[in-house]
């Protein structure tokens, strides 16, 4: 309304018009508040949101933290793993060539025990009455053949 306007409204009509100014601005209010009050609940529930996704934000960092260490335990492990199997690989190829050499140097032996025990039953043939002295003899090559085999089996 223009200023013409109101002037020429009666004392009854500018009443009734400031009547319901007031009952509207009475009912914005009451708006006002009851929004008011609801965007109060809004900011708590988000405060409550804010405050539980730090709280997840802090338990994924910690937890993110244990697992690149655990990630790194199981790298060590793996390497630590792989360098046993190859300590037990070379072991392996170790024993199996220890075993073959014990095989041989026992067949060596055996070969030197039959030479000699041919070399001395042919002394004996051609010196067949030396035979005593010869017995002792051959009973101490024996003695320390065997222990020559034995201390290579060692």
Do not use: P, W
């Not at 009851?34 to 994924?60: G, H, M, P, W, Y």
């Not at 990630?71 to 793993?81: A, E, F, P, T, V």
């Amino acid at each position: 309304m223009t200023e013409k306007e109101f002037r020429k409204l009666k004392r009854q009509e500018l009443l009734q018009l400031l009547l319901t100014q007031i009952q509207g601005e009475k009912e914005l209010r009451i708006q006002f508040e009851e929004t008011e009050a609801r965007l109060k609940e809004v900011e708590e529930v988000c405060e409550r949101l804010k405050a539980r996704l730090n709280s997840k934000d802090a338990q994924i960092h910690k937890l993110a933290g244990r697992l690149n260490k655990k990630d790194q335990q199981i790298k060590n492990l793996k390497s630590d793993l792989e360098s046993l199997r190859t300590d037990r690989k070379i072991k392996l190829r170790e024993a199996g060539s220890i075993a073959e050499a014990s095989l041989r140097l026992s067949g060596i032996y055996e070969a030197a025990q039959k030479a000699a025990d041919l070399y001395l039953e042919n002394v004996e043939r051609m010196y067949g009455g030396q035979k005593a002295s010869f017995a002792v003899r051959k009973s101490g090559e024996k003695q320390s053949s065997e222990r020559s085999m034995d201390g290579s089996r060692e």
